[in-house]
């Protein structure tokens, strides 16, 4: 894939998308302010690009100009306001981006009493996407089951091995040999990538049908 180029000043647009992570610049005209809501599984990174805003995060304010950022962790409620009368351009990145990415709230979503509302789907549009016309969507689910399946194989592979190499791991540091202590972590982290690549692969696809699947008005 050829290297690619992004500027803030032009690509007002998702950049990046995948289950991993979805990046973009956004720009906010004066006045704005944004919908609280929170991520189930997201973490948010937010970068001033230009402009200055008011950053809430679980009920604490920051002022952000260019050059600097904040953090919303997963689950963590927040909002953004303009300041000033120019607009604010940033960039942000939620990761990981699995459907349904956004959480919102009854009432202003900060009281305790607060609930959190249905799951709402979004089609690949609303993150500049393509949307894949040509694979059926019974297709899509199947794919989903089949990486489901391969989840399930890789984390019994993991349990079946990994008190074995764990055990053989803290031998070899035992006896001061590192060289079998090293070829021991190696071994548990291939069993650990193969879950974790699963995983990954399967939220891609989990996304692909999610995004079929979008709610109406969504």
């Known amino acids: 894939m050829a290297l690619s180029v992004f500027d803030y000043r032009v690509d007002v647009r998702n950049i990046f998308v995948s289950s991993a992570m979805r990046s973009r610049f956004l720009k906010f005209e004066a006045g704005t302010i944004s919908g609280r809501h929170s991520h189930d599984l997201g973490h948010e990174i937010f970068i001033v690009m230009s402009g200055r805003g008011e950053f809430e995060i679980d009920g604490e304010k920051a002022e952000l100009g260019p050059g600097q950022a904040c953090i919303a962790r997963r689950d963590q409620h927040h909002t953004v306001r303009v300041l000033g009368d120019e607009p604010m351009t940033i960039y942000l990145s939620v990761t990981p981006h699995i459907q349904p990415t956004h959480t919102m709230w009854t009432g202003d979503g900060w009281a305790d009493d607060s609930v959190k509302l249905p799951h709402r789907f979004v089609p690949n549009s609303a993150y500049d996407v393509e ?30 091995r990994q008190n074995e190499l764990v055990s053989g791991y803290i031998s070899a540091m035992e006896v001061g040999s590192k060289i079998s202590a090293i070829k021991a972590r ?13 995983v990954d692969d399967w939220g891609e696809i989990w996304n692909s049908f999610a995004a079929r699947s979008a709610d109406e008005n969504s």
């Not at 949307?131 to 349990?159: G, I, Q």
């Not at 982290?189 to 699963?198: C, E, G, H, I």
């Open 131 to 160: 949307a894949d016309t040509s694979t059926p969507t019974l297709e899509l689910l199947k794919r989903c089951l089949a990486a489901s399946d391969e989840v399930t194989a890789a984390v019994l592979e993991c349990n079946a």
């Open 186 to 198: 190696d071994a548990i982290w291939d069993l650990a990538f193969r879950v974790l690549k699963s």
